[in-house]
């Protein structure tokens, strides 16, 4: 069975301030994929990132980081100077298995508010 | 411009009463699927189709019934036998890869009367 935590409920921070989201994971297959989308107020859900098992590299994109550690199987997400417009709610997945079906495992996501 | 349209935004159930809410996409994708999202909860997959004619159970499909007659479109019915519909619904879709993210549509938030 897969599971993914986000032991964070709710963050608050000041605009410009870091802000790291941490997420673990379980998975008992070896082969799985990562995922970080966005949900701001208008409720969809926006695709930020992918990540599959074998690549550890972080990634980097504009104001916003990844870092995988399968050691401690934790996929964690960091904001750099933090913006109002980052406002939302923040889910981690998990896609495991051989399986073509995307059916993800996500976590049960948490609120960031930025005040101005 | 490809995406998923959900609609409506906002429905009301009556006691016994089914609904239906309605899922588009224009993406050309083989595989839809519907998720609930309750409040301090992740994410819970009610149905998914990989392909026309075909879908099988997520992890909470009780009281709810889908269809899969189109490839672009992936109805769910929420039935008098789910007895706590309130939740807010979200459609996805994706191509029939390993790994491949879903796309989201905005939602419809379904509330009891």
């Known amino acids: 069975a897969q599971k993914v935590t986000q032991a964070q409920t709710e963050i608050s921070v000041v605009e410009k301030e870091d802000v790291t989201l941490d997420c673990v994971y379980e998975t008992r297959d070896t082969t799985y994929y990562l995922f970080w989308y966005k949900q701001p107020p208008s409720g969809e859900l926006v695709f930020l990132i992918r990540r599959n098992s074998f690549d550890e590299q972080n990634e980097i994109s504009g104001r916003y980081s990844w870092n995988f550690q399968k050691s401690t199987s934790s996929f964690n997400f960091t904001i750099t100077a933090s913006q109002v417009v980052d406002s939302a709610v923040y889910f981690c997945a998990l896609k495991a298995g051989g399986t073509s079906y995307g059916k993800l495992t996500f976590g049960q996501g948490t609120i960031l508010t930025v005040h101005p | 411009d490809g995406g998923i349209t959900q609609s409506p935004k906002y429905l009301f159930r009556k006691e016994g009463q089914n609904v239906t809410l309605s899922c588009e996409q224009n993406l050309n994708h083989d595989a839809m699927y519907w998720y609930r999202q309750d409040p301090g909860q992740g994410l819970r997959l009610i149905y998914y189709?990989?392909?026309?004619?075909?879908?099988q159970k997520g992890d909470i499909a009780e009281g709810y019934s889908v269809s899969r007659e189109k490839k672009e479109s992936f109805p769910l019915t929420v039935t008098s036998a789910q007895k706590n519909p309130t939740a807010f619904y979200l459609c996805?879709?994706?191509?029939?890869?390993?790994?491949?993210?879903?796309?989201f549509g905005s939602g419809t938030q379904l509330s009891v009367l």
């Open positions: 189709s990989q392909i026309v004619n075909d879908f």
């Open positions: 996805a879709s994706s191509l029939q890869t390993r790994g491949e993210k879903l796309f």
